[in-house]
C-alpha cells in the first residue's frame, strides 16, 4: 500500500553530480528504512545505500561511499540521493525501496547516465 516514485534521474557527464529523489504516499513513511537500488542492464539489482526511519545511521555500497549521501526528510515524505563525482559504472536504473520488518515497497526506478 505505499506507493514510491523517484525522479531527478538524467544524463550527465563524468564527474557532474546528480540529485535523486522518492516521494512516498499510502504508508507511514517515518515508521520505514528507505534503502536506494540499482540496476544495470543484464545485471542483479544492487544495494547502494539505506537510511534509518529516524534518519540517524547511514550505510553505503563500497563502490559510492564517499561519493554518494543519502538523506531524507519525513516531514515531506522523502529521501534523497545526492550524488557526487559520478562514473560510467554508475549508469543504472535506480530504485526507492521502503522497509519495514520484512515487509518492503519498491518504486518504478528512474534512469541514471553517466556518459561523455
Known amino acids: 500500500q505505499v506507493q514510491l516514485v523517484e525522479s531527478g534521474g538524467g544524463l550527465v557527464q563524468p564527474g557532474e553530480s546528480l540529485r535523486l529523489s522518492c516521494a512516498a504516499s499510502g504508508g507511514t513513511f517515518s515508521s520505514y528504512a528507505m534503502l536506494w537500488y540499482r540496476q544495470a542492464p543484464g545485471k542483479e539489482r544492487e544495494f547502494v545505500a539505506s537510511?534509518?526511519?529516524?534518519?540517524?545511521?547511514?550505510n553505503y555500497a563500497d563502490s559510492v561511499r564517499g561519493r554518494f549521501t543519502i538523506s531524507r526528510d519525513n516531514a515531506k515524505n522523502t529521501v534523497a540521493l545526492q550524488m557526487n563525482s559520478l562514473k560510467p559504472e554508475d549508469t543504472a536504473v535506480y530504485y526507492c525501496?521502503?522497509?519495514?520488518?520484512?515487509?518492503?515497497?519498491w518504486g518504478q526506478g528512474t534512469q541514471v547516465t553517466v556518459s561523455s
Open positions: 537510511i534509518t526511519s529516524i534518519g540517524g545511521s547511514t
Open positions: 525501496y521502503a522497509l519495514n520488518i520484512g515487509k518492503g515497497y
